[in-house]
C-alpha cells in the first residue's frame, strides 16, 4: 500500500465546493490512473496518462479536471458536484502502456468521497 | 458494454472450504488476466494473475484455472479462512490501448 498513496483518505464535500485529490507514487512507474469504485458495479476508468500526457479520458463530466505534473504525482480537482459522484476514487500506477505489457496495477487507498 | 463478466456477486463459503469465482470475456486481444483482492478501506491488491499460454497457475491457495477456448478464467481459494473474506475483482488487458477492463466484484464471505 505505500508505493501508492492518495490524500485524503476521506473528503466530504457540498456541491458549490472545489478540493482536490492527490496521488503519489513511490515506484518509478510511468502511467498513472483515477478510477470510480461505486457499490455493486465494475471499476470505471476515469483517466489515463502516460509519461505525463493524458491519453485517455472516459467521457467523464468537466467538473472532474485531472492534473498530472509529473509521472510521480497526479492530482484530480473537484468543483461543483452531484450527490452521484459519491464514490471511493482510486488511484494506481503501471510500468508502462507498452502494447503487449503485462506489468500489472498497482492501486492506492482510495479516497472516499462525500457530496452533499 | 461490460467486456469481463463475472459471478456470483456474493458468496459465502464456510471454513475449511472451496471458493470459487468466475469471469468471462469476449475479446480475443486480451493476453493477461489478474485478480485482485480488496479489502474494506483499501485499494485492490493484486493476488494472482496468468497469461493465455498456460491452463493453471497455483501460488499458495490460490489457483487461476483458464479456458482459451470458451474464454473463461476462474478462481479457486483452496482451504478458505476467515481471512480470505473480502472483495474479488478479476480483470483482463488488452488490446487497443492495452487497456484494463474489471469484473465487476465478489464479496466473499468465510464464515468461521
Known amino acids: 500500500e505505500t508505493g501508492v498513496t492518495q490524500t485524503p483518505r476521506h473528503l466530504v464535500m457540498g456541491m458549490t465546493n472545489k478540493k482536490s485529490l492527490k496521488c503519489e507514487q513511490h515506484l518509478g512507474h510511468n502511467a498513472m490512473y483515477w478510477y470510480k469504485q461505486s457499490a455493486k458495479k465494475p471499476l470505471e476508468l476515469m483517466f489515463v496518462?502516460?509519461?505525463?500526457?493524458?491519453?485517455e479520458n472516459n467521457s467523464v463530466p468537466s467538473r472532474f479536471s485531472p492534473e498530472c505534473p509529473n509521472s510521480s504525482h497526479l492530482f484530480l480537482h473537484l468543483h461543483t458536484l452531484q450527490p452521484e459522484d459519491s464514490a471511493l476514487y482510486l488511484c494506481?500506477?503501471?510500468?508502462?502502456?507498452?502494447?503487449?505489457?503485462?506489468?500489472?496495477?498497482?492501486f492506492g487507498p482510495g479516497t472516499r468521497l462525500t457530496v452533499l | 458494454q461490460q467486456q469481463v463478466k463475472q459471478s456470483p456477486q456474493s458468496l459465502i463459503v464456510q471454513k475449511g472450504g472451496i471458493s470459487i469465482i468466475n469471469c468471462a470475456y469476449e475479446?480475443?486481444?486480451?493476453?493477461?488476466f489478474p485478480w485482485y483482492q480488496q479489502f474494506p478501506g483499501k485499494g485492490p491488491a493484486l493476488l494472482i494473475a496468468i497469461r493465455p499460454d498456460v491452463s493453471e497457475k497455483k501460488e499458495g491457495r490460490f489457483t487461476i484455472s483458464f479456458n482459451k477456448s470458451a474464454k473463461q478464467f476462474s478462481l479457486h481459494i483452496m482451504d478458505s479462512q476467515p481471512g480470505d473474506s473480502a472483495t474479488y475483482f478479476c480483470?483482463?488487458?488488452?488490446?487497443?490501448?492495452?487497456?484494463?477492463?474489471f469484473g465487476s466484484g465478489t464479496k466473499l464471505n468465510v464464515k468461521p
Open positions: 480483470a483482463a488487458r488488452g488490446g487497443n490501448f492495452n487497456k484494463f477492463y
Open positions: 496518462y502516460n509519461f505525463k500526457e493524458q491519453t
Open positions: 494506481a500506477s503501471s510500468q508502462s502502456l507498452a502494447i503487449g505489457s503485462t506489468d500489472t496495477q498497482y
Open positions: 475479446n480475443t486481444a486480451f493476453d493477461y
